[in-house]
């Protein structure tokens, strides 16, 4: 190979235009990470769903606070840098985050765990993660379904803070706190310990079962390729349909607010005698299920 030589200008030209080469693509990086810390999310004011349930969560990305007099249960912990907004929505509707003694999750992605670490820190809360997803959550982040996604995670642009997994759950496990009880239903393909959580709520002398979903999208290799490109994922969501459909659920909830209507069921809330009557939705909750059975369907076309 022919070396031209360069004279002591062109050099320097040249290594100006790799620093700040080298330094554009880290200032990317940093602006890419501090906004996956927050995943574009926004405030949304909390609110009571029905008797001792509350939505305190960002605009989209959902957790829910549910009290009680021997202390309150937190389920899902947003991004990273979500965490804070969490917090102070469980104190602004009077409550404390230091009276939640135990965090739940739905699953260990990093839109849902990743504010975990944060609020076990500010809570001193012990957290529950089912057997199938307790490695993930407690290595950040990491898991071999992740595929060639995990390079996200092994550099650190799409690691949480590690918190403390200080309980495992199998299928069919409940959860108690005092009077509350939730009971965990692993409906796995999401993830492989994806848990749809459903306990009683009780409001105006009637009781309602919250059902709260976990397994909002298809895993990329199957959205792309279709079910037959990963059998066990495809099999685990048959399982899920099943289970789901055994469920009673009257308050439909998700992991993602958009899913389950929260901005039009809140805004409805507020023009009722019987504000938990606009969180009451079978039918939508049904809905969701037949949804999801036909994305399946239709994966890979």
Not at 136 to 163: C, E, I, N, Q
Not at 165 to 192: E, M, S
Request: with cysteine; net charge negative.
């Amino acid at each position: 190979m022919l070396h031209l030589p360069r004279s002591r200008p062109v050099r320097i030209a040249l290594w100006v235009v790799g620093v700040v080469f080298a330094l554009g693509a880290v200032t990317l990086g940093v602006l890419w990470k501090r906004a996956s810390d927050r995943g574009g999310q926004q405030y949304a004011e909390p609110f009571r769903i029905a008797g001792d349930l509350y939505y305190v969560g960002a605009n989209d990305v959902a957790s829910f606070l549910l009290t009680g007099p021997e202390g309150h249960i937190l389920i899902d912990g947003g991004y990273p840098g979500t965490a804070s907004m969490i917090q102070a929505s469980v104190e602004e509707l009077g409550f404390r985050i230091e009276d939640v003694r135990i965090l739940l999750n739905t699953h260990y992605h990093l839109d849902h765990a990743g504010g975990l670490a944060a609020l076990q820190e500010a809570s001193g809360a012990e957290l529950w993660v089912s057997e199938a997803d307790a490695d993930a959550v407690a290595s950040g982040g990491d898991d071999p379904r992740l595929g060639p996604l995990r390079l996200l995670v092994w550099t650190g642009l799409a690691r949480y803070p590690r918190p403390r997994v200080d309980h495992r759950f199998r299928d069919g496990d409940t959860i108690r706190l005092g009077p509350l009880a939730l009971t965990a239903n692993v409906t796995p393909g999401h993830t492989a310990g994806c848990t749809t959580w459903t306990f009683p709520v009780r409001d105006r002398g009637r009781e309602l079962l919250a059902g709260l979903v976990c397994g909002m999208g298809l895993p990329p290799r199957v959205q792309m390729f279709g079910p037959d490109s990963d059998p066990e994922i495809a099999a685990e969501y048959q399982w899920s349909f099943s289970r789901w459909r055994s469920l009673p659920v009257d308050i439909f909830l998700a992991p993602h607010a958009r899913a389950f209507g929260r901005w039009r069921k809140f805004q409805a809330s507020r023009e009722l005698d019987d504000p938990a009557a606009a969180f009451i939705d079978p039918e939508g909750y049904r809905a969701w299920v037949d949804d999801m059975e036909s994305r399946l369907r239709q994966a890979g076309r």
